[in-house]
């Protein structure tokens, strides 16, 4: 958006399916700072991934709309940008925090303040505290908070001499419950103070002497016979409610229908072992074995790589298998795509799947990579448990489940033996098919496990 003076304004883009809002993490640039085009200017974390967001502009910035761990939705202003050959004018409203500043009122601006300091400081900080490239593990979104809060003593608020406390929500629910931050110690990168440090340390000393928030993880009496025992309120925001809605739809809409059997993997195991014998230098997983099987099945039974266009009252049958993989997260469950993974070979699944499953534990993944998916493979075995009816992921039309395998007495060739058993179990959208296809497609999958000849002859 251009005005009449020739300053742009970078509105907030659409950073994903389903997104309107993103939190401001760390502002990459300051007001004054000369940008070119397709510069990172902003860190941000949405309900979905940590994004490093681009400026489409050049030129000079005048105007930073919103602090860290503020909350801004999309298509509202992000940063404006002046020409470079345009005087340099004092932004609207600077005037105004530099009287807050002078009466102590700590509300600063991002980019205001004397020489921009704080800002800088805080760059140069989260540069020294993180010195892996990776990104600290995100936590759920919080309430909207526009100042950073005033360091006793004028120190830097981002370490104050103890662990480093870089997220403004964070220091905000410390000092809300009475926590020096600074004396936790850190589970983020480098020792950095994460928000679920201060809830722990919350956790671990009771009910705190702060006036608390509605945002916070809040203790309410309970109103029950044993009066000394409090209830633990924990709000559902950020990926949480993502979470919450998405699964809520789906049970709303699709009727799901879960067939479940038992299946010898012996035969599976021992097929993994030869593969990786021979091939040590790119070693092939279960859950990589168990894609390409899937992957066998849905094009004999593509009725099952769908979704339903309730809108249109049509089903919509997808030309590539958009390979989901639920994997859990310190923010919750999400599932990352595999795209067109019916191209790649056993060997670059498994490659692929190791990569994914790794960025998305380390939040590091984009938004486009954790949508558009038409088949989900939940490997809930690593929990420990042998089946379950798993919520389809919506708007897909189904995903398969894969259980613990174990040793079980088993019946070989009359013979009772002791064989490695799985159960797997599928869950489908019935208005894209009947129990035919679903149950043709599940028993072609457990004969691939049980036989894996018959994966290779149909690959």
Same mark, same amino acid.
């Given at each position: 958006?251009?005005?009449?003076?020739?300053?742009?304004?970078?509105?907030?883009?659409?950073?994903?399916?389903?997104?309107?809002?993103? +939190?401001?993490?760390?502002?990459?640039?300051?007001?004054?700072?000369?940008?070119?085009?397709?510069?990172?200017?902003?860190?941000?974390?949405?309900?979905?991934?940590?994004?490093?967001?681009?400026?489409?502009?050049?030129?000079?910035?005048?105007?930073?709309?919103?602090?860290?761990?503020? /909350?801004?939705?999309?298509?509202?202003?992000?940063? !404006?940008?002046?020409?470079?050959?345009?005087?340099?004018?004092?932004?609207?409203?600077?005037?105004?925090?530099? +009287?807050?500043?002078?009466?102590?009122?700590?509300?600063?601006?991002?980019?205001?303040?004397?020489?921009?300091?704080?800002?800088?400081?805080?760059?140069?900080?989260?540069?020294?505290?993180?010195? +892996?490239?990776?990104?600290?593990?995100?936590?759920?979104?919080?309430?909207?908070?526009?100042?950073?809060?005033?360091?006793?003593?004028?120190?830097?608020?981002?370490?104050?001499?103890?662990?480093?406390? $870089?997220?403004? $929500?964070?220091?905000?629910?410390?000092?809300?419950?009475?926590?020096?931050?600074?004396?936790?110690?850190?589970?983020?990168?480098?020792?950095?103070?994460?928000?679920?440090?201060?809830?722990?340390?919350?956790?671990?000393?009771?009910?705190?002497?702060?006036?608390?928030?509605?945002?916070?993880? !809040?203790?309410?009496?309970?109103?029950?016979?044993?009066?000394?025992?409090?209830?633990?309120?924990?709000?559902?925001?950020?990926?949480?409610?993502?979470?919450?809605?998405?699964?809520?739809?789906?049970?709303?809409?699709?009727?799901?229908?879960?067939?479940?059997?038992?299946?010898?993997?012996?035969?599976?195991?021992?097929?993994?072992?030869?593969?990786?014998?021979?091939?040590?230098?790119?070693?092939?997983?279960?859950?990589?074995?168990?894609?390409? $099987?899937?992957?066998?099945?849905?094009?004999?039974?593509?009725?099952?790589?769908?979704?339903?266009?309730?809108?249109?009252?049509?089903?919509?049958?997808?030309?590539?298998?958009?390979?989901?993989?639920?994997?859990?997260?310190?923010?919750?469950?999400?599932?990352?795509?595999?795209?067109?993974?019916?191209?790649?070979? !056993?060997?670059?699944?498994?490659?692929?799947?190791?990569?994914?499953?790794?960025?998305?534990?380390?939040?590091?993944?984009?938004?486009?990579?954790?949508?558009?998916?038409?088949?989900?493979?939940?490997?809930?075995? /690593?929990?420990?448990?042998?089946?379950?009816?798993?919520?389809?992921?919506?708007?897909?039309?189904?995903?398969?489940?894969?259980?613990?395998?174990?040793?079980?007495?088993?019946?070989?060739?009359?013979?009772?033996?002791?064989?490695?058993?799985?159960?797997?179990?599928?869950?489908?959208?019935?208005?894209?098919?009947?129990?035919?296809?679903?149950?043709?497609?599940?028993?072609?999958?457990?004969?691939?496990? +049980?036989?894996?000849?018959?994966?290779?002859?149909?690959?």
């Amino acid at each position: 958006m251009t005005t009449v003076d020739g300053t742009r304004v970078f509105l907030l883009p659409d950073l994903g399916e389903g997104l309107t809002e993103a +939190e401001i993490v760390q502002w990459r640039v300051a007001v004054g700072d000369e940008v070119t085009v397709d510069q990172i200017v902003v860190e941000v974390e949405t309900a979905k991934a940590v994004v490093d967001v681009p400026c489409p502009y050049a030129g000079r910035v005048v105007a930073l709309h919103g602090a860290a761990g503020e /909350v801004r939705p999309v298509g509202q202003p992000l940063v !404006t940008v002046a020409p470079l050959d345009a005087a340099p004018t004092e932004p609207a409203g600077h005037a105004t925090y530099r +009287e807050e500043e002078r009466a102590g009122s700590g509300n600063v601006l991002i980019g205001y303040g004397t020489g921009h300091g704080p800002g800088r400081r805080r760059r140069r900080s989260r540069l020294t505290v993180a010195p +892996e490239p990776t990104r600290p593990a995100p936590v759920p979104a919080a309430a909207p908070v526009a100042t950073a809060p005033a360091v006793p003593g004028g120190g830097d608020p981002v370490t104050r001499g103890g662990s480093p406390v $870089i997220s403004p $929500i964070v220091r905000r629910l410390a000092r809300e419950h009475g926590i020096d931050a600074t004396a936790l110690r850190g589970t983020g990168p480098g020792g950095v103070v994460r928000r679920a440090d201060v809830e722990a340390a919350l956790a671990a000393t009771g009910p705190a002497a702060g006036t608390g928030s509605p945002t916070t993880v !809040t203790a309410v009496p309970d109103p029950g016979p044993a009066s000394g025992v409090e209830d633990l309120v924990i709000p559902l925001t950020g990926v949480r409610k993502v979470i919450a809605d998405k699964l809520s739809r789906s049970r709303r809409e699709i009727p799901e229908v879960t067939i479940w059997v038992d299946v010898d993997a012996t035969g599976l195991l021992a097929t993994r072992a030869a593969i990786n014998a021979a091939g040590p230098d790119q070693p092939v997983s279960i859950l990589a074995l168990m894609a390409r $099987i899937c992957l066998s099945g849905l094009r004999r039974f593509p009725q099952l790589n769908a979704r339903v266009d309730g809108d249109a009252q049509r089903i919509v049958q997808s030309a590539g298998v958009h390979l989901g993989i639920a994997a859990q997260t310190d923010r919750g469950l999400i599932v990352p795509v595999l795209r067109d993974a019916q191209r790649l070979t !056993t060997a670059e699944l498994a490659a692929a799947l190791a990569e994914t499953t790794a960025a998305a534990r380390a939040g590091a993944l984009p938004p486009a990579r954790l949508t558009g998916g038409t088949f989900t493979l939940n490997n809930y075995g /690593v929990f420990g448990v042998d089946g379950s009816t798993p919520i389809i992921n919506h708007p897909e039309a189904a995903l398969l489940g894969i259980g613990r395998i174990v040793d079980k007495p088993w019946v070989v060739d009359g013979q009772l033996a002791v064989r490695k058993v799985t159960q797997l179990s599928l869950t489908f959208d019935h208005r894209v098919c009947d129990g035919g296809v679903a149950g043709g497609f599940l028993r072609h999958v457990a004969d691939c496990v +049980e036989q894996p000849a018959l994966l290779i002859a149909n690959v």
